[in-house]
């Protein structure tokens, strides 16, 4: 398994939506190759022929019964939002100006 | 009771209160008044919640001054970690993104624990998003550990373990993801379970690694972690993960407390070299205790627990990384750079470099990267057949053992700042608690006595298979009353007066 590069990091940081600054990406550039290098030894156990296991309770497919039910109060969540306008969320531009 | 309410048991406490002796209304105004007197040198507490606290003591004493029926907790008070999302009550996890939030909902455990009759005294501290082991990565400041404090309560939820310490609630809620119930437990002389994956209800709690995470009850004493056990654990619809079958009589095993001809499993990867002296010397007395009470105990090898540290730190910040895109900053919590300017994802991207601490982000790159095209098959695929391999060492032992056994930590409490630059020995402390929830199975940390050299408590973990967990509770159970037999009281009587 390879080393990770300051470039990379920077990479992730914007795939993670992270503005990182020049300091951080440094510091986790050092502190990620540490980790990845002691996790990596995994890899001395897991053959081919072993099956990936994602979750410890063996279940598929739970349903419920199609019920309707009370929403959350929309007050209160609203109350909770950074910006809201005529009863909604208000976001910054989500598209680029032309 | 004339005797200082803060230093009763739960048991003792619910029995009072419903026999009249005394109100719930005495009991909460006695801990808010103990919180009010040590929690600025503990801090286990990141918010009071006195108003619907004394509301709720209030309710408890007009239902039993009316005849009506109660839950066998009534009126006890309770400390809930800040993981779980309380109705108008501030609810963090730790993080400033989250700072200012009040649920819209309950979580199913605090649905129960009202419906329980349970009086929420407040919110613990935790490490943010419970990523770590010292409650160190809160961004609002370390707890304390009673016993010390200078030194680390436990992680994540330190806050919980702490406040049972400095007797300032005598029942906690905890998350375990990794060993964030049982280490703090450890290190405080306290007791905590990690139920089965599925027994209690992850709706509503802020979710670090979906597949791994499991809330759980903490106590000062076996019977009273049963007592909130029971009340907490149960089928959820609103969690697809919860198991649908009946709850294992935890209470009945706990007060059964009888070892004879139980088969005990010595690990014998968690046994050997890495632990502090007297953490070995405690735990091997603890053994010799079990055998002299009817038990057999044999040694079990776990092959593949070696790995279980390596696919764990995988497998948590793959999920952590998914589970904390959901803080955007667009519908709840903080936002940053909104300057009209900026585009959503630059405010995104400000927000979570503002709101996120350095552990957070630091395991958010890592699953980033773990499950990035071009690496995902060599480090999240290879760590879910390392995850195989666990189970199926547990497997392998249940089939000859009852229960295992093994030190819950490496070390008593380390001091504070000791390892916070060193992430990988942060992680270390987790090596011992982590392949129960890879296998999803349930363990429960108890003290076994003070290591000789520094005067601090030591727990020991027993773990059994999967819906077995009135096991933890019989083996705890009798463990817990041969101690105080020794002693003469509980280990926790012993922690200094703050």
């Not at chain 2, 009852?402 to 001091?415: G, H, I, N, W």
């Amino acid at each position: 398994m390879t080393s990770i590069s300051r470039d990379e990091v920077a990479h992730l940081a914007h795939l993670a939506r992270l503005d990182l600054g020049a300091e951080e990406l440094d510091h986790y550039a050092s502190q990620l190759d540490v980790i990845l290098q002691a996790v990596a030894r995994i890899s001395e156990v897991t053959a081919d022929d072993i099956p990936a296991m994602s979750h410890p309770v063996p279940m598929t497919n739970v349903f419920r019964e199609d019920v309707v039910t009370a929403s959350l109060n929309r007050a209160d969540v609203l109350s909770m939002a950074p910006a809201v306008e005529d009863d909604r969320f208000k976001v910054p531009r989500i598209l680029d100006e032309e | 009771m004339t005797e200082d309410l803060t230093r009763q048991s739960a048991a003792v406490l619910a029995a009072a209160i419903a026999a009249k002796e005394v109100s719930a209304q005495e009991v909460a105004t006695a801990h808010l008044e103990r919180i009010a007197a040590v929690d600025g040198v503990v801090h286990a507490f990141l918010h009071i919640s006195s108003d619907s606290a004394m509301a709720q003591a209030k309710r408890v004493d007009e239902k039993i001054a009316a005849g009506t029926e109660v839950g066998p907790l009534a009126g006890v008070p309770l400390a809930l970690k800040d993981v779980l999302a309380m109705h108008g009550e501030p609810t963090t996890a730790g993080s400033r993104i989250l700072q200012g939030w009040k649920p819209p909902y309950d979580s199913t455990v605090v649905a129960r624990l009202r419906a329980a009759d349970i009086v929420i005294l407040g919110k613990t501290n935790m490490d943010e998003f419970a990523m770590g082991s010292s409650t160190e990565h809160s961004a609002y400041g370390p707890t304390h550990n009673p016993w010390d404090l200078t030194r680390i309560p436990g992680g994540s939820g330190g806050g919980s373990a702490a406040a049972l310490a400095a007797f300032e609630a005598p029942l906690a809620i905890g998350t375990d993801t990794g060993g964030s119930i049982r280490q703090p437990a450890s290190v405080t002389g306290t007791v905590g379970v990690k139920p089965t994956y599925g027994a209690v209800s992850r709706y509503g709690q802020i979710a670090l690694a979906s597949s791994l995470d499991q809330p759980g009850p903490c106590a000062r004493s076996v019977l009273d972690t049963a007592l909130l056990h029971a009340a907490i654990a149960g089928h959820d619809p609103m969690d697809s993960t919860s198991i649908n079958a009946a709850v294992p009589d935890v209470v009945a095993a706990a007060r059964r407390a009888d070892i004879r001809g139980m088969r005990i499993g010595v690990v014998k990867e968690l046994s050997g070299d890495g632990y502090q002296a007297g953490v070995s010397q405690r735990y091997h007395e603890a053994l010799s205790i079990l055998e002299d009470l009817g038990a057999t105990i044999t040694e079990v090898s776990c092959p593949h627990f070696e790995y279980a540290l390596g696919a764990y730190y995988l497998i948590l910040p793959s999920e952590a990384s998914s589970n904390l895109a959901r803080f955007d900053g667009m519908r709840y919590g903080l936002r940053t750079g909104d300057d009209g300017a900026n585009s959503v994802e630059q405010v995104m991207s400000l927000t979570r470099e503002q709101g996120f601490g350095p552990e957070v982000k630091r395991r958010i790159m890592l699953g980033t990267y773990a499950l990035s095209s071009g690496y995902y098959e060599a480090y999240y695929g290879q760590a879910q057949k390392v995850r195989t391999l666990i189970t199926s060492d547990f497997n392998a032992a249940f089939a000859n053992v009852d229960v295992l056994v093994s030190p819950t930590a490496p070390t008593t409490a380390f001091k504070l700042g000791e390892k916070l630059d060193d992430p990988l020995a942060m992680y270390l402390n987790d090596v011992a608690t982590i392949p129960v929830n890879l296998a999803g199975i349930c363990a429960m940390s108890l003290p076994v006595g003070l290591a000789p050299e520094d005067q601090l408590p030591v727990g020991l973990q027993i773990m059994a298979p999967a819906m077995a967990d009135e096991r933890l509770y019989l083996a705890g159970g009798a463990l817990e009353a041969a101690l105080v037999d020794r002693w003469g009281h509980l280990l926790i009587e012993e922690v200094p007066s703050l």
